[in-house]
């Protein structure tokens, strides 16, 4: 992070100990590291935090896309369905109008067909 060399904090720590005192050199020294160690777990939080939420961006962008493809998608296959479900329909109006003459005739020129004989019952015959 910074760019500090041993001879850097060997000069820091002889003026610190001509400053403060060799007494209260070492809670000076403890209170420093525990404030360090403070910053530095503050520091990687934010870290994280932009990390996750340039993830979450990326996670959001991408299912745009992929909702729009699928959406694009699904609209081709709509059209090609009501494309071929037409063309069936063209093509089975044309195979009874083509059998029975009469594009009108409701029945398609078939005859209705006959209702069946009732049948009766078979007889029992007691022995």
Do not use: C, W
């Amino acid at each position: 992070m910074f760019d500090i060399g041993f001879s850097e904090i060997m000069v820091i720590g002889v003026v610190a100990l001509v400053v403060i005192g060799p007494e209260r050199l070492p809670r000076v020294a403890k209170t420093m590291g525990h404030l360090t160690g403070r910053m530095q777990r503050y520091v990687n939080e934010v870290k994280t935090d932009i990390n996750r939420e340039m993830e979450m961006a990326d996670l959001n962008k991408f299912r745009q896309e992929v909702e729009s493809t699928a959406s694009a998608f699904e609209s081709s296959v709509r059209s090609e369905i009501n494309s071929a479900e037409a063309d069936f329909n063209s093509a089975a109006r044309s195979m009874v109008d083509g059998v029975t003459g009469d594009p009108h005739d409701p029945t398609g020129g078939l005859a209705a067909p006959q209702a069946a004989e009732p049948v009766s019952p078979p007889h029992r015959v007691h022995y």
